[in-house]
């Protein structure tokens, strides 16, 4: 099994950036894609980005194009989300999900992910 672990959330004024890192442990992440989700209060864990296993595709959801990027180094066992121009609606907690995939296309959905974080708290102030 996969142990993935994030950091680096943390309070941050609008316009201001963040890294998030998701460090797995127990198996390589070579052989796994792997995703960012979040959850605001009060709504549903909502899709942010994901990578594929070689990381030469990756996938954002439209709230988030062009200001956050997610990246891999897999020597590191470790997948990134680089978070800039932040708003006050990124307000959230993020979590780092993995599936064993070797598929090029990686999943979007939840549902698609076995093995999740404990989550690290985001909060932007205006």
């Known amino acids: 099994q996969v142990q993935v672990v994030e950091s680096g959330g943390g309070l941050v004024q609008a316009g201001g950036s963040l890294r998030l890192s998701c460090a797995a442990s127990?198996?390589?992440?070579?052989?796994?894609?792997a995703g960012w989700f979040r959850q605001a209060p009060g709504k549903e864990r909502e899709f942010v980005a994901s990578i594929n296993w070689s990381g030469v595709r990756t996938i954002y959801a439209d709230s988030v194009k062009g200001r956050f990027t997610i990246s891999r180094d897999n020597a590191k066992n470790t997948v990134y989300l680089q978070m800039n121009s932040l708003k006050p609606d990124d307000t959230a907690v993020f979590y780092c999900a993995a599936e064993r995939s070797t598929s090029v296309v990686p999943g979007t959905r939840s549902g698609e992910y076995d093995y999740w974080g404990q989550g690290t708290q985001v909060t932007v102030s205006s």
């Open positions: 127990g198996r390589t992440l070579t052989t796994y894609a």
